[in-house]
């Protein structure tokens, strides 16, 4: 199963469910609030996801999908968004404005034991956890222009991976942990996908995409990645870059979608 977020338009978007080559599609709440990055829980029976829908602030919320039972899991009158579970699901790193910068903190599943885990002026954003547990890789413009990082969750040790004019963002750990996917605009100023290992050597262009959205989400068996490209007159399409365009159903006809994620 695969979860993605439709743009509505005037503030608000939501979050749908569909099966993994994109057939039933369907929205989860309709409510009129703002929705963005769904992630998936290992297992896939738990969703994070980011919403302004309590007190006007954006902050994380847990949906058990079984039961369709709805846990707020952040209370801060602030921006907190982009949750990445832990890989045996007892944490949540995510993106948090409340000490007045954009860094990474991580949490119990419940919401419980909040802890910052990056401090800078800069922006840290976009934390996805290696499948060993041990670092996350995010994203941060600390260097002066937006890079890959990765940080160990017990030390807090960085490591700057990518290099270069261009914006790269969005990292992904393939399932293995061999290799990191992400989006740059380094080569012509267009959103492609790119691929590093875990040392920061041998980038490499996956795919020249062009028009991705944001978000990127590897298959549970790390043949495929699942993106948002967006097609003529503002609509978006799920789709695989190693297999023909577009594949996952082809969603057009609808609003522009993103942030992917497939449940493992």
Not at 82 to 87: F, G, H, I, Q, T
Not at 148 to 163: A, F, S, Y
Not at 239 to 244: A, K, S
């Amino acid at each position: 199963m695969i979860a993605f977020i439709v743009q509505l338009g005037r503030g608000m978007s939501d979050l749908y469910l569909a099966d993994a080559d994109g057939a039933s599609a369907h929205p989860l709440f309709d409510d009129g609030s703002w929705y963005d990055a769904p992630a998936w829980a290992p297992g896939g029976g738990r969703l994070a996801f980011a919403t302004n829908r309590a007190q006007n602030w954006h902050n994380l919320w847990m949906l058990d999908v079984a039961t369709a039972i709805e846990t707020q899991l952040t209370f801060v009158d602030d921006w907190n968004g982009l949750p990445a579970w832990s890989p045996d699901g007892g944490r949540i790193a995510f993106t948090s404005h409340r000490a007045g910068n954009y860094d990474l903190w991580i949490m119990a599943a419940d919401g419980s034991e909040p802890r910052q885990l990056t401090d800078t002026p800069a922006n840290d954003y976009g934390a996805n956890w290696s499948p060993d547990g041990r670092r996350i890789a995010f994203t941060s413009n600390r260097s002066g222009n937006d890079d890959i990082w990765t940080v160990d969750v017990q030390t807090g040790e960085l490591r700057r991976l990518t290099t270069g004019a261009g914006k790269d963002f969005c990292p992904a750990w393939s399932p293995v942990g061999d290799r990191i996917a992400y989006l740059s605009a380094r080569e012509d100023g267009f959103w492609d996908i790119w691929l590093i290992d875990p040392h920061g050597t041998r980038p490499w262009l996956l795919a020249e995409t062009r028009n991705c959205e944001y978000g990127l989400a590897w298959s549970p068996d790390g043949a495929a990645l699942l993106v948002a490209i967006s097609e003529p007159g503002g609509h978006s399409d799920l789709c695989m870059p190693d297999l023909p365009w577009p594949v996952a159903g082809r969603l057009t006809g609808r609003p522009r979608l993103g942030y992917p994620a497939w449940a493992r």
